[in-house]
């Protein structure tokens, strides 16, 4: 059975890691439900309220990096895109860039809030420079704005490499969820028009498929904070009325591709009690496929954003670890 088969109503679903199991049955309770086209609006407001974007000050207190937050020119007849940077204090020379694309379903998150655990994982541990992009939020700004927010900071930094200090042979994109799809493709956008050259893309349990048509996206439905309500929910603020149509291109959902060819090394994790499971591993297999070098992680028990939701359980340092090995190894 291909992964993008479904029995109608799956009778089982893999059990969560029992460290996860015990965050979730906790969080339960508070959780506000699915995502759904009613409550999108007053779901934005929680989440910014739950999430306030930290000041640049915030972000200095930590003395160990040097942070900034840069305007740069945006898409053609856009505003301009921020992006917030982090620095190690005290490295001399061009360092290796991760360019990250945060999570939020496409429709919430901000680029300030996510930094301090990129710098934490990756920053610090491996000496990059980061840069985080605030690119515009659906359903106010759909496809492609979002995209072509993240594209324009890319190919800016990529410009200015010299003046912010990294190496532009080493530049990883990388994102979570919603950015985790975004960053697949944006390396699809990125290789299309020539833009500058990844060392890697890095995918971390990404929405990569508007269809919701996979095996896992039934099996875990209602199952875990996300699933295939809010899955659709997001697709649908961000693709307007293209959702639910054939008249979606792989830039908007990179799992419409038909080339994956040309595509810079990947790495790919999702756990395996998740709706985003399977069209993580088909991407994976199109890689392999189309003659790419992809790493794939699916990690036992884990719900979607495991790491996030349980941070200091088990599976969620073996995933840590695991992610930035492959960064070292890529970077070095």
């Given amino acids: 059975m291909s992964v993008r088969d479904f029995a109608p109503e799956p009778a089982a679903a893999p059990p969560f890691d029992p460290e996860v199991e015990a965050v979730l049955a906790k969080v339960r309770g508070r959780s506000p439900g699915p995502l759904t086209p009613a409550n999108l609006a007053d779901r934005q407001t929680q989440d910014a ?25 945006g898409p053609p007849g856009a505003p301009d895109v921020t992006l917030v940077s982090a620095r190690p204090r005290g490295l001399d020379g061009p360092l290796p860039l991760v360019y990250y694309m945060h999570g939020g379903a496409l429709v919430m998150g901000n680029a300030w809030s996510v930094l301090p655990r990129v710098v934490e994982e990756w920053v610090l541990p491996l000496g990059m420079a980061a840069l985080s992009v605030e690119y515009r939020l659906a359903p106010e700004a759909p496809y492609p704005g979002p995209l072509d927010d993240c594209h324009a900071g890319l190919v800016w930094a990529a410009e200015h490499a010299a003046d912010l200090g990294i190496d532009p042979d080493r530049i990883v994109i990388a994102g979570k969820s919603a950015g985790g799809g975004l960053a697949a493709a944006l390396a699809l956008l990125n290789r299309d028009r020539g833009g500058p050259a990844l060392r890697g893309q890095m995918l971390l349990c990404p929405m990569l498929d508007d269809r919701d048509r996979t095996y896992s996206s039934h099996q875990m439905s209602g199952r875990g904070l996300w699933d295939r309500t809010s899955n659709a929910t997001a697709w649908q603020a961000y693709l307007g009325d293209r959702y639910g149509t054939d008249d979606v291109p792989p830039y908007a959902a990179a799992a419409r591709a038909t080339d994956l060819s040309g595509l810079p090394p990947t790495f790919l994790d ?63």
């Fill in 49 to 73: 309220t739950a999430r306030p974007r930290p000041t640049l000050d915030k972000l200095s207190t930590d003395e160990r990096c040097e942070f900034a937050e840069l305007r740069v020119p």
């Fill in 270 to 332: 999702v756990g395996s009690a998740e709706m985003l499971r399977d069209e993580a591993v088909a991407y994976a297999n199109a890689l392999w496929q189309a003659g790419g070098e992809a790493e794939l992680h699916v990690w036992p028990g884990g719900s979607h954003s495991f790491d996030s939701l349980a941070p200091h359980a088990t599976l969620s340092h073996d995933a840590r670890n695991a992610r930035t090995r492959w960064l070292r190894r890529l970077s070095g």
